[in-house]
């Protein structure tokens, strides 16, 4: 059997984690949404001035050249980075992590009418599918961005009245 203070400090560090996550997701996903948002207008500023200057194409043909060009590489950028795409990622790992933050909550909250020093086997046991499930979210998570990763880890050490001992090793430990 598995000491109640041992596993209580897990579940500890799995929130702590799935918060983390949470809102890593969701601060990537809002910088993604924000720079599709960005490509679509200025794509959509930028064709209209082409379609606009091409009245002009005898006078000042390579301004029509230029924003017909522009026009096009904006359009590019959208298809290859798909920062649409890329934020509907986010916001479903988000979607999961708080699924399996609320998870770890009701354990906690199960782990807490536990009487004695030791865990029963069968808690233990929904533990270790809650760590498989990590693990499976740990799989389907793109490669993290340190910095804001950092900035997430500082948000909800704030959120959580925690001082921030040290960043991050990685997304989710």
């Given at each position: ?28 996903s ?53 920062p ?11 979607r ?11 354990l ?59 960043p ?5 430990t």
């Amino acid at each position: 059997m598995q000491a109640l203070a041992s596993v209580v400090e897990q579940l500890q560090r799995q929130h702590l984690d799935a918060r983390m996550n949470v809102k890593y997701h969701e601060l990537t996903s809002q910088r993604f949404e924000a720079f599709d948002r960005y490509v679509r207008i200025g794509t959509a500023l930028l064709g209209s001035g082409a379609l606009a200057s091409a009245g002009l194409w005898g006078q000042v043909p390579y301004v029509w050249f230029a924003l017909t060009v522009l026009v096009a590489a904006s359009s590019a950028i959208a298809a290859v980075l798909a920062p649409a795409e890329t934020a509907r990622k986010h916001r479903d790992m988000r979607r999961r992590w708080i699924d399996y933050e609320t998870k770890a909550e009701m354990l906690s909250l199960q782990l807490a009418e536990v009487k004695g020093g030791d865990v029963p086997p069968a808690f233990l046991d929904k533990r270790n599918v809650l760590l498989r499930e990590r693990g499976a979210l740990e799989m389907d998570q793109p490669a993290p961005n340190r910095k804001r990763l950092v900035v997430a880890y500082a948000q909800v050490c704030q959120e959580l009245g925690l001082t921030p001992a040290q960043p991050p090793r990685q997304l989710a430990t």
